[in-house]
């Protein structure tokens, strides 16, 4: 009976750890929807891969549009995914597969509607990173057997092992989205603007580091009746997260097979934490195009995490 009241409680405290007041930012991050980066609406162009919430929206630049995102593997609980499995899951496809839907509008007879899609193929801990989790979870069994629960000691166990969860050594993630422009606002009256795919590879050099490493390689088409190019793109992107902020700059090369002419994108952006589930993102740089290049966005984006894992008391 103490094995299923243990199996029931560490069950429920794990979505709780999304909702802690310890939490931190790289663990709360809510991803740029594909859709945004294909139509360069973004505060950044390459995204940091990390967990996706279940559900997420994104508003920039306030009127000009914004993103729903959905990872439908969290809809549901999983009792045979425990926290163990997790960690060794260096393939979590299904768990990490989301989908989004992105609208801009930046006139009031101009729409652009983009659909993404992505997922981690691959991701890898830190060795010491693994077994201080499952320390952690060890001593987080030990605090269950107590005939008295002391909960402020559960959830502060709780939020250092979400927090070392979100310090991958690596992770590879796979993305892709296609976009339609509506002219004059007739959703009957659409032309195909453009499509892309994109490979993320983080890297985070050491445990404790507040740093992260991202590398793009990406390939975009268009076919409208505005533009035609075939492109293709590489990039890096560094991330320092410290309490509530959380700082990137990132260089973007681009090269136009079309007009066989190359291209450049340099940014600086800033994100500051509100709570839980709220954050305000900002940017400023340069963008490709060669004329209105000026990139200044302000957005605020929202996450809610359904991430609820299980596990026994007998696993080790």
Known sequence: MKKKLIHFAIFICFPYISYSQTQELSDLQVTNAPGLILLDETPSSIDKPIDPKTFAISLYNLTQGGSLECTPYWFFNHKDYTFKKHLENKTPILQTLNFSLSHISKVSDDHALAAGIRTQLFRAYHKNNVQEIKSLYNEMQDELIEDNLDWEKINGISDEMNTLKARTKWTVELAGAFAYHFLN???????????????????????????????????????????????????????????????????????????????????FMLTYKLSNKIAIVSSLGKNFNAT?????????????????????????
């Open 185 to 267: 606002a007739n959703y009957q009256a659409y032309d195909f603007q453009k499509a892309g795919a994109w490979l993320n590879l983080k890297y985070t050099p050491s445990l404790k580091s507040n740093t992260d490493i991202v590398f793009l390689a990406r390939y975009l088409y268009a076919d409208s009746i505005v533009s035609k190019s075939s492109v293709f793109d590489l990039g890096t992107a560094i991330y320092y997260n410290k309490n509530k902020f959380e700082g990137e700059v990132e260089y973007v090369f681009r090269y136009d097979f079309i007009p066989k002419k190359s291209y450049d994108r340099l940014s």
């Open 292 to 316: 209105k290049n000026i990139i200044s966005v302000l957005g605020i984006k929202f996450g809610i995490s359904g991430l609820s894992l299980d596990d026994s008391i007998t696993e080790n």
